[in-house]
């Protein structure tokens, strides 16, 4: 039973995640070249849009000024050290300027079985990204969040790390990218900057509420596929809303990602 939900939901992502199998980044260059900073997506399930929004998609409509392109893979979870490797290879050939990395680290973390592994395999992708932020571009990953509400089917829960653990590892993270200093922005030269990813996640442990971006409040679960580990459509819209915000905090022009609220959308299937 376990396998083919499993396989049920993998089918499903594979026809709406960009970049699911290919290894070739999906991308939406224009033929003539934008004067928006170049983005590039790297991340796991979240960001190749296993929810039903394909972080690819979401920055195309929001930054139409942009050149986005991304190699986000639902599949990540399998080898998260030598997808991070690819993926990074595939970022330094587009040379982005704009990194994002918010759900990267995720599978590093939770597909690990020791804390000394979860550390020996952020560190490696830490190492991968700073080759990206040598070549020039600001580098945003996303700290750990604790997931306690995902499907057994897709994550055991004896592979969610202790929450003490998680803030080892997100510690860890930090210092990678030093210390946050407000005076610096990524318009005057590129950084490495750590986004709350963690807080942005805390409600749905809580079974909480969030505010949305036009003010109203609602149920953190509502924003949530049937996984219970993945945002659908309206979450991830309200996850990227959230990043653009802390993003003008670092340098980005306010006007530079207008994120798009999604329209009806296929929901992941249930049934498990």
Known sequence: MKRCALA????WAGCHSRSAVAPTPATRDAAVAKSGPRIFIVG????????GLPFLDAFAAAAPQSDVASAASIFLFRDPMRATREQAAAALA???SLVIALDLLFWHAYGSATQAQRRDAIAHALHQLDSLHAAGATVVVGNLPHIVTASPYLLDPASVPPVEE????????EAWAGPARTSERMDAKPLKLVA????????????GNV??????QVAADALMAADGLHANPRGTYYVLTQLDQWLEHHGTAAALLQFVPPGPAAEAPTGW
């Not at 796991?44 to 929810?51: L, Q």
């Not at 709350?196 to 809580?206: E, R």
């Open 44 to 51: 796991a399930s979240v960001s190749a849009g296993m929810g």
């Open 211 to 216: 505010t949305m971006p036009d003010g109203s």
């Open 166 to 173: 998680l803030a080892e590892l997100n510690r860890q993270i």
């Open 196 to 207: 709350p990813f963690a807080s942005w996640a805390a409600p749905l442990a809580q079974h």
């Open 94 to 96: 587009f040379k982005p």
């Open 8 to 11: 049920l939901l993998l089918a």
